[in-house]
């Protein structure tokens, strides 16, 4: 149900075409909530059916789209509506627990990977925190924004340190097993 607000979201912030959404969101949403232009075009066209959005009278071939005030509503509604987190699922953390039943060959390549996955995110919010953020705002429209920058940060560095510690851990010799 998310992608549906981030639409929401971004045309309150500012009208856009399709095209100049997508790409809105390919610069920043993306961060925490990835979409195919297809989807975007796709749930464009149910929020103007479900009378959330509509497109604005225009000479061009692109249709720009507003928010109507049930758009807004919704959007504020889902702002409030309580939601529990989502169950994590991660294909890496599987692998870890399937080579602890048939071994690790191979792995560590896989983790140093995505360490450096992440750390190449992680040194990409921070770039942004330095351009974006400097000297802070208190508007809370900015610092909300960076408290979402702020998110992505922490995860990023969590992975990192994690990744380290998971990479030091294969590395460690395997004690012989002990007769009992």
């Known amino acids: 149900m998310s992608l549906p607000h981030a639409i929401l979201t971004a045309l309150i912030e500012k009208p ?7 790409r809105r969101i390919d610069k920043s949403i993306r961060y925490f909530w990835p979409a195919t232009h297809q989807q975007v075009y796709r749930e464009l066209g149910r929020l103007e059916e479900a009378g959330l959005i509509r497109a604005l009278p225009s000479s061009g071939p692109r249709k720009e789209y507003e928010v109507l005030p049930a758009g807004r509503e919704e959007l504020v509604a889902w702002v409030a509506r309580p939601e529990d987190p989502k169950p ?13 039943v048939v071994g690790s060959d191979g792995l560590a390549a896989e983790l140093e990977r995505h360490r450096a996955l992440h750390q190449a995110q992680l040194e990409e919010y921070l770039d942004i925190e330095r351009r974006d953020f400097t000297p802070r705002s208190e508007a809370e429209k900015d610092r909300l924004q960076h408290l979402v920058l702020q998110g992505g940060i922490s995860l990023e560095s969590h992975w990192v340190s994690w990744l380290d510690a998971a990479l030091a851990e294969l590395a460690r010799p395997a004690p012989h097993d002990q007769p009992r």
């Not at 994590?88 to 602890?100: E, I, P, Q, T, W």
């Open 16 to 22: 856009s075409s399709g095209l100049e959404l997508t």
């Open 88 to 100: 994590l699922r991660s294909s890496l953390l599987l692998r870890l627990r399937a080579a602890a």
